[in-house]
């Protein structure tokens, strides 16, 4: 079946997929002969491509089934040389992913490995009713995988890491870059910190790879705008030396995203961080 999937996703011209339409879908489902959970699980091998993992050499993808009808792509992002906290888990890349693209529900996450702890904490800030988990030995709830769960809704937030309120933030400036980046800055989710934060990076083909902050109620499994630009410039398949530009726009507030975004970056490429600070 690998061999078959393989063939099929390159007929289609996905020889690596990141994100897939609800056509692509149908598509592989009529060339494969699977149905929709096992196209996802199948897939998952192929998202492992993705995955950069120096430091634990355990690579781990995963699948955000997202209301559209789309899917897309998350695999664990590691930094050589950094401590474990600026780690990108899979189930993070794939959520960060979809929240790049305006989704706003997820209807299914399917990953190739149990959720860690850390990411089941993660998915609590979807505060979601209800999120169906899809992994190899079988089928949960989230409520099953972390009861008793502490999340946005115990601090008095109404939405969640997909339906937040969008942010006011403005700079006088022409800069197309360090516009994109404010941009992600007035889609992130830092209701706790008040640290709304985005990233734009410019590649050497025009490209350009995009970060948000997305804050959580237990404030460890945040996920920082450096690190998610990052597992992006991964899933559209391109490499840390063709960075010439990145931009962080960040609100000020009791806590700064520079120090640790300037850190990652400078573990993969040598370009400086220009840093836009909005009181």
């Known amino acids: 079946m690998p061999e ?13 997929p990141a994100r897939l339409s ?40 995963a699948i955000v089934m997202a209301g559209s009808g789309h899917w897309y792509l998350g695999a664990n992002l590691e930094f050589a040389g950094l401590s474990l906290n600026f780690s990108v888990h899979a189930e993070q890349a794939a959520i960060g992913h979809a929240a790049l693209h305006g989704e706003k529900v997820i209807s299914k996450l399917v ?4 959720p860690c702890g850390h990411c089941r904490q993660f998915m609590q800030e979807l505060n979601q009713d209800e999120l169906t988990l899809v992994l190899p030995t079988g089928t949960h709830t989230l ?5 008793h769960a502490f999340g946005p809704a115990e ?23 360090l516009q994109a980046a404010l941009t992600e800055a007035n889609a992130s989710h830092a209701p706790y910190s008040g640290n709304r934060a985005g990233v734009a990076l410019l590649l050497a083909d025009g490209r350009l790879c995009r970060g948000r902050y997305l804050e959580n ?24 030396v063709q960075i010439i530009r990145a931009v962080l726009v960040e609100a000020g507030a009791g806590i700064s995203q520079h120090a640790g975004a300037a850190q ?16």
């Open 143 to 147: 409520g099953e995988l972390l009861p």
């Open 111 to 114: 990953v190739s490995a149990s």
């Open 155 to 177: 601090l008095g937030i109404a939405g969640g890491l997909l339906r937040t309120d969008p942010g006011d933030l403005t700079a006088d400036s022409n800069d197309l870059l």
């Open 217 to 240: 109620a237990a404030f460890n499994p945040s996920l920082g705008p450096m690190q998610l630009a990052l597992s992006q410039l991964r899933l559209q398949g391109g490499e840390p």
């Open 4 to 16: 078959l999937l393989a063939g099929t996703l390159q007929q289609q011209g996905l020889t690596r």
């Open 264 to 279: 990652a970056l400078a573990a993969v490429s040598a370009v400086t961080l220009t840093h836009r600070l909005i009181e």
């Open 22 to 61: 609800p056509a692509d879908i149908t598509a592989l489902k009529q060339a494969t002969g699977l149905d929709q959970q096992a196209l996802a699980l199948a897939l998952l091998n192929h998202g492992k491509a993705f995955s950069l993992a120096p430091v634990s050499g355990f690579a781990v993808s």
